[in-house]
C-alpha cells in the first residue's frame, strides 16, 4: 500500500499517523505539502489532525481550498481511499467529500480523552479487521467534533448505513453520557456513498501502541494495508 | 539623535520607566550625556527586575548547577541535560502571573508561547509542557473566572501547537486572590551535538527578525512584571500580548528545518522586552555590537516610533545571526512557512548597539554596560522564624478517618483535575506514555525505549511556614515524584514566585527558600539547570505565599520498566516504605478539617530521602512492583486512596500497633515515603528494606471494592470516585 498524508500548515497529527502507516506497511508514507498541485501516485491519502490554518475562520475551512486540495478531491472521485481524523475530518466536510459539519463541542471546551466506540460496519477498506459491533477504545482531542446535518442528510446516512463508528458506553449502550460532544446520532464517524473516504473525529493513530496503552487504533491501518496491499 | 530626544525627561517620566533616581544617574554616568526617549526605554526594561534579576541575583548564585548530566546551565534560553545516545533535553519553567490576572486567557497563552520559544530557540523540538497553577480560594469572586481562562489559555495555545501538556499541579488559597501564579514548563528534546546558543560571534554578520510582524502589544510588559498591583491594575490590560499559536507552530517548524542546515551563528527569542533584550543579550554574549535599521522591522501597524519597536512584546518572533551568504536559503525556508524575514542589521565591532529609525540615529548604547551594568542589590533580609513542632496528641482527632477522608479528598485541594487536563491534548505527537494523573508525566524518547519524566512541585503552606525546609522539600518531592515512575531524577528548575523583595520579611523568604532547596539540590545531586524569577507578587501590600515552584526532569532508561500509581491486581501487599512519624504541623488535615495552619511543616531528611528514592527506583526496575506512589499532601490514607481510584481495585487497611494516634499515622505528612504495591516478593523486600536501614510496613491488603479502614464502615470506591471528581465540575459548572 502506497501512502500519502497531507501537511497542511498547522497540522500536528502529520507524525503520528506516518509512524503508524510505517508500522503497518513497512515503509515511510509520502509527506505532501499542501502548496503542492499532485499528490503522488497514492492508495491512500490522509488528511491529519491538527490545527490546519490556526482553525481560523472556522475548522478546515481554509485547508479546503488549499492548492493540493483539488487534486485530492479528483483522485477521491476516481475512487482512492481517503482517510481524513480529526481536522482531517472537517477538512473533508468542508471540501464537500463528506456532508455536515462538525460544530463546537457541546460543553464548549476542548475535550481529550479515550472514549469506547462502536464499530457500525466492518466490510470496507478501513474497518476489515474489527467485528461488525466490536467495541473499541481509541481517544479524541477537538474543540469542534459536534457532528451535525438537516435531517434528510441524516436519515440518508443512516438508510445508507453510512455511519462508520458511534460514540458508545463501554457495554455498547449509545446513550447521552457515552457522547463526548453533542454529536447527531453519537456519530463519530462517516463514510461517503463509496465507502472509500472516512471521516472520523477520534483518532486511531493515538492508540496503536501498547506502550501507549492500547493497540485498538492500529487495526484501521492493518486493515487498509490488507484491502488496498 | 533622533527627534524623540528633544523631547526633555523629565523626573516624572523617568519615575515611570520604574527607574529609581539613583538607577538615573548610574544611566547618565554610562551614556555621558541625557538618554534619548528611545534609550530611556531599553534602559528601562534591561533594568526591570524581571530581565536583570537585580534583587535575586546574588541568592541565585549559590544554587548548585553543575554535574556530568549536565550539557548547559541557568545563563541561556533553557538548560540541557544529556539523556545519553547523543540525546539532550532542553527545559525551563517560567511565569507569566501579573498578564494572567488581567486577561487570563492571553496571559497564559502566551506564558505557553514564550516557554517554548526559550526551548526550540536551543534548537529542540518541544515534546512535552507542564504547568503550575495557583490560583485564590473558591469563593473569592475572580477565581472562577481566571480559571477558566487561564485553563482555556494553556489549552488553547499548546493544543494548536500540537506540544502535549503532560502534567502540573493547581491549588486554591487565599494566598492568591490578588496574585494568581501561571507557571509554564517545557521541555524539548535535542541532539546532544546540535545545541544552538544566543552568543552572536563575528562581526559583519547579517541579523536576521523573522516569525510575526511587531504590533504596539505588550509594550512595557517586563516592567508591569516587575511592580506590584493595586486596584487599578485592570488598566493595565492594553500591556498584555496576544499569542497566536499557529504563527508559533510554523515558526517550530521554520525553524527547526534551518536548523538543519548549518546556517545559524546565533538564535534568541524576542520574549520579554522583545527587539531589546534579544538584541543586547546576544551582542553582549557574542563580545560584538548591533547595527539596528528599524525600517526593516516588519510591522503590524503604521507609523511606529522606535521606542515602540524597540520595547514591543509581540509574540512569536526570533532574532538570529546567520551566516553571510545563507540569507537566501534561511529566506527561502521562511517563506515556505509564510513567515516574516528580514535583515534588520548587522553584528559590528564598535561593542554597541545602534538604533536607527527613519534615518535618524534613535540610540547608541554600549552593549557590555546594558547587559552587565545593571544594579545588582543585596536587599535587607529578614530570616522568617519558624514554628515549633507540633505534637501528634496536641491536634484534634476527626469523628472517624474514613469521614474525614471522604472531606479531603472532595476538597479542592486534593480533588482530581481531570477537568483541567481533560482540556488539553496531551497525548499527541504519540508518545505519551504516562498520562497527566500520576505522580510524573513520562513521554518517549521519540524513536527509543527511553522516557523522559517531568513532574512540577512545591507546598506554599510549608515554605510560608519555614522557607528553608519549604524549599528543600519543593526539592525533594519533584525528585520523589520521577522516582516513583522509575526515573533517574536528573535536574531541576525553577520558578521563583514571591512579593516585593523591597520588604526584608519577603527578601527573608526568599533567601530561606534558595537556601533549602540548594541543599536538597546538592543532597540529591539534583542540580538546577534553568530557571525564572517573578518578583512583585502583591496587591495593595498583601504578598503571596512564597512559592518557589521546582520543575524536574528525569530519566527512564527502558519505558518497559516504569510504575504509575494505579493498583494493578487483587491480593498485592501494600507496603510503606519510610518513617512514621505522624507530622500533622502545616498538614493539609489540619487545614481543611481544623482550618488551622499551625506548627513547624514536616522536615526532610535528605540522607533518608536519597535512600528510600534508590531503592524503590532499584525495585521498578527490577520489575518487582509495578504500582507505586509518594506519599504527599493528604499522608498515608489519601495516598493509599488515590491508588485505589486509579487501579479501580479495593484496599483493606491493616490495623497498626503504633504508640501515635490513628489520625497522625492516617494523615501525617511525613516525607521521603512511598506505597508500593507487592504480589509474591513482600516478604522479600520488607527484609531488604530493613537491611537498607529503611522503615517498612504492611499497611494492607488490595482487593474488592471498597477501602476498608480497620473498625469502620467500608467506603465504596465508587462513592469515593464521586466525591473525588465531583467537586472541580461542580465548582466550574455554577460559573
Known amino acids: 500500500m502506497k501512502a500519502s498524508v497531507i501537511v497542511f500548515p498547522g497540522s500536528n497529527c502529520d507524525r503520528d499517523v506516518a509512524v503508524c502507516l510505517e508500522a503497518a506497511t513497512g515503509a515511510k508514507p509520502t509527506m505532501v505539502w499542501h502548496g503542492d498541485a499532485d499528490v503522488p501516485a497514492s492508495d491512500l491519502i490522509v488528511l491529519p489532525g491538527g490545527f490546519s490554518y490556526g482553525d481560523y475562520l472556522r475548522s478546515g475551512a481554509m485547508a479546503a481550498h488549499s492548492p493540493v486540495m483539488r487534486d485530492v478531491v479528483a ?30 463541542n457541546a460543553s464548549l471546551k476542548f475535550i481529550c480523552r479515550d472514549v469506547t466506540l462502536k464499530v457500525e460496519r466492518n466490510d470496507t477498506v478501513f474497518a476489515g479487521q474489527y467485528g461488525e459491533g466490536d467495541i473499541i477504545t ?57 465507502g472509500r473516504v472516512l471521516g472520523l473525529m477520534p483518532h486511531p493513530e493515538r492508540l496503536a501502541d501498547a506502550a501507549l496503552g492500547g493497540t485498538d487504533g492500529k487495526h484501521m491501518f492493518t486493515s487498509l494495508v490488507e484491502a488496498l496491499h | 539623535m533622533g527627534s524623540q530626544a528633544t523631547a526633555p525627561l523629565t523626573s516624572e517620566l523617568v519615575a515611570e520607566h520604574g527607574l529609581t533616581g539613583e538607577e538615573y544617574e548610574r544611566l547618565l554616568g554610562i551614556l555621558g550625556r541625557e538618554p534619548s526617549l528611545t534609550e530611556l526605554g531599553i534602559f528601562s526594561v534591561m533594568w526591570s527586575e524581571h530581565c536583570s534579576y537585580k534583587s535575586s541575583k546574588v541568592w541565585l548564585k549559590t544554587l548548585p548547577t553543575e554535574g556530568p548530566q549536565v550539557i548547559q546551565g541557568p545563563g541561556e534560553n533553557a538548560g540541557i541535560v544529556d539523556l545519553g545516545d547523543g ?79 503532560v502534567g502540573g499541579e493547581v491549588n486554591f488559597d487565599a494566598g492568591f486572590n490578588g496574585n494568581i501564579l501561571v507557571n509554564a514548563m517545557c521541555v524539548g528534546l535535542a541532539h546532544a551535538d546540535r545545541i544552538f546558543y544566543s552568543a552572536a560571534k563575528g562581526v559583519g554578520h547579517p541579523v536576521v527578525y523573522v516569525g510575526s ?28 500580548q496576544v499569542g497566536d499559536p499557529f504563527t508559533e507552530k510554523l515558526l517550530i517548524e521554520a525553524c527547526l528545518e534551518l536548523m538543519a542546515e548549518d546556517v545559524i551563528i546565533a538564535i534568541q527569542d524576542m520574549g520579554a522586552a522583545g527587539l531589546t533584550s534579544s538584541s543586547v543579550e546576544m551582542a553582549d554574549k557574542g563580545g560584538v555590537g548591533f547595527d539596528l535599521d528599524l525600517d526593516a522591522v516588519p510591522c503590524r501597524e503604521e507609523g511606529m516610533s522606535a521606542y515602540e519597536m524597540m520595547l514591543s512584546e509581540s509574540q512569536e518572533r526570533m532574532l538570529m545571526v546567520l551566516k553571510p551568504g545563507s540569507e537566501e536559503k534561511a529566506e527561502k525556508i521562511f517563506r515556505k512557512w509564510e513567515l516574516d524575514f528580514a535583515i534588520v542589521g548587522k553584528t559590528t565591532d564598535s561593542g554597541r548597539l545602534v538604533v536607527s529609525h527613519n534615518g535618524e540615529i534613535e540610540a547608541d548604547m554600549p552593549v557590555k554596560a546594558l547587559a552587565d551594568s545593571a544594579p545588582e542589590y543585596k536587599r535587607p533580609w ?32 486534593l480533588c482530581s483535575r481531570r477537568w483541567v487536563w481533560e482540556q488539553y491534548d496531551h497525548m499527541v505527537m504519540g508518545d505519551t506514555v504516562r498520562r497527566p494523573g500520576g505522580d510524573a508525566a513520562v513521554v518517549r524518547v521519540h524513536g527509543s525505549k527511553k522516557g523522559i519524566a517531568a513532574a512540577c512541585d512545591v507546598t506554599p503552606r510549608y515554605c510560608t511556614a519555614d522557607p528553608v525546609e519549604g524549599g528543600k522539600q519543593a526539592v525533594a518531592e519533584t525528585w520523589r515524584n520521577l522516582t516513583a515512575v522509575g526515573a533517574d531524577p536528573l535536574a531541576i528548575t525553577d520558578c521563583m514566585n514571591f512579593g516585593n523583595p523591597e520588604r526584608p520579611e519577603i527578601m527573608g523568604q526568599f533567601a530561606g527558600c534558595i537556601e533549602g532547596m540548594g541543599e536538597a539540590c546538592r543532597a540529591l545531586d539534583y542540580p538546577v539547570v534553568s530557571g525564572n524569577v517573578s518578583l512583585y507578587n502583591e496587591t495593595n501590600g498583601a504578598a503571596i505565599p512564597p512559592t518557589p515552584a521546582i520543575g524536574g526532569v528525569g530519566l527512564i532508561p527502558d519505558i518497559g520498566k516504569m510504575a504509575n500509581l494505579a493498583l494493578r491486581a487483587e491480593g498485592e501487599t501494600l507496603l510503606l516504605l519510610g518513617p512514621e512519624l505522624g507530622h500533622l504541623g502545616q498538614s493539609l488535615y489540619m487545614d481543611v478539617m481544623l482550618e488551622r495552619r499551625e506548627g513547624a511543616p514536616p522536615p526532610v531528611d535528605l540522607a533518608a530521602e536519597r535512600r528510600h528514592g534508590d531503592f524503590v527506583r532499584e525495585l521498578i526496575r527490577e520489575g518487582v512492583v509495578l504500582a507505586v506512589h509518594d506519599v504527599a499532601d493528604g499522608g498515608l490514607v489519601v495516598a493509599v486512596a488515590e491508588m485505589a481510584l486509579a487501579g479501580d481495585i479495593g484496599v483493606a487497611l ?29 516478604g522479600d523486600i520488607q527484609a531488604r528494606a530493613q537491611q537498607a536501614g529503611i522503615p517498612v510496613r504492611v499497611i494492607g491488603t488490595t482487593g474488592g471494592r471498597d477501602l476498608v479502614i480497620p473498625d469502620e464502615p467500608p467506603l465504596p470506591l465508587a462513592t469515593l470516585r464521586q466525591l473525588h471528581e465531583g467537586w472541580l465540575p461542580h465548582y466550574m459548572q455554577a460559573m
Open chain 2, 382 to 413: 529578614t530570616p522568617t522564624t519558624p514554628p515549633e513542632l507540633l505534637a501528634p496528641e496536641d491536634v484534634p482527632a476527626p469523628n472517624s478517618i474514613t469521614e474525614a477522608l471522604e472531606t479531603m479528598m472532595a476538597s479542592p485541594h
Open chain 1, 138 to 194: 481509541i481517544p479524541v482531542a477537538h474543540h469542534d467534533g459536534n457532528y451535525f446535518t438537516d435531517r434528510d442528510t441524516l436519515e440518508r446516512l443512516e438508510g445508507e448505513n453510512r455511519v462508520a463508528f458511534r460514540y458508545c458506553d463501554a457495554t455498547g449502550a449509545l446513550d447521552e453520557t457515552a457522547n463526548p460532544n453533542g454529536s447527531l446520532h453519537n456519530i463519530a464517524g462517516i463514510y461517503d456513498e463509496t
Open chain 2, 87 to 165: 540525546h539532550a533535553a532542553v527545559f525551563k519553567m517560567e511565569s507569566h502571573n501579573h498578564p494572567s490576572f488581567i486577561e487570563p486567557y492571553q496571559g497564559a497563552a502566551t506564558g505557553v508561547g514564550g516557554i517554548m520559544r526559550d526551548v526550540f530557540t536551543m534548537g529542540a523540538r518541544p515534546v512535552a509542557n507542564l504547568n503550575a497553577l495557583r490560583f485564590g480560594a473558591p469563593d473569592h469572586a475572580k477565581t472562577r473566572h481566571l480559571v477558566s481562562g487561564v485553563v482555556a489559555g494553556i489549552g488553547g495555545y499548546g493544543n494548536c501547537v500540537g506540544v502535549p501538556t
Open chain 2, 213 to 240: 510582524k511587531t504590533g504596539r502589544d505588550g509594550i512595557h510588559g517586563a516592567t508591569m512584571a516587575s511592580a506590584e498591583f493595586d486596584d487599578n491594575s485592570d488598566e493595565k490590560r492594553p500591556t498584555v
Open chain 2, 654 to 682: 491493616a490495623p497498626n500497633e503504633s504508640p501515635l494516634p490513628a489520625h497522625a499515622i492516617a494523615f501525617g505528612e511525613d516525607q521521603g515515603r512511598y506505597v508500593v504495591a507487592v504480589g509474591d516478593h513482600a
Open chain 1, 75 to 104: 483522485k477521491a472521485r476516481k475512487g482512492i481511499t481517503i482517510l481524513g481524523i480529526c481536522n482531517g475530518f472537517q477538512v473533508l466536510t468542508e471540501s464537500g467529500l463528506l456532508p455536515g459539519v462538525l460544530m463546537r
